[in-house]
């Protein structure tokens, strides 16, 4: 690790991400800590870094609802019309987590938490890195999100190995987060989307 890892080169994040590294990367709520899902270790050094429990979940961020399909054992009626109204954007889907998700995403359950960003590089960042990143927020648990890369970087417990700068993240909320695996769906959080109108879309015939 170098004291200042900053780059805009979306390929050198990606080799990073590759051989099992660790980043700071940004997207259209906050910026967030990105680790492969091929390496295990990499992801539960996302913990480590975040000082984040681990019974809680990390998401993954895709770059296509076709990732989200295969990173889901059943993407019922009622995420696919969310996926289609709300995607790429600012909502969290949790669903049924397909075989092969890593143990270390779910933290002992079989849910996971999907989402489609609506950021250009970060979406570039994920195709290179084979559609699919685990993803959580670039902020020591307990303290604000993160909107720099600045913030990011100077909020985790640890350095990470590397930082995509970006500028300022354009959502400076969190995204919305809603559970399809329950009926009727349960909103978890509400950020960026309105509860109400992600609802109202679940209502639909």
Known sequence: MTDRPFTSD???VAHTLARGGVAVV???TVYGLAASLEHSDAIEQLYDL???PHDKPIPILVA???EAKRLSSNLSSVACRLVRAFWPGPLTIVVQAARGVPEACLSGGRTVGLRMPDHGALLSLLAACGGALAVTSANSSGDPETVTASDAFASLN????IVLDCGIAPGRRPSTVIDTTTF?????REGTLDA???LAVTERS
Request: glycine share 4%; no cysteine.
């Open 64 to 66: 296509s609802s076709e």
């Open 26 to 28: 940004p997207t259209d």
């Open 10 to 12: 979306i390929h050198r």
């Open 50 to 52: 975040k000082g984040r």
């Open 196 to 198: 109400d109108l992600v």
């Open 158 to 161: 640890e350095l990470p190995d």
């Open 184 to 188: 009727p769906p349960t909103v978890l």
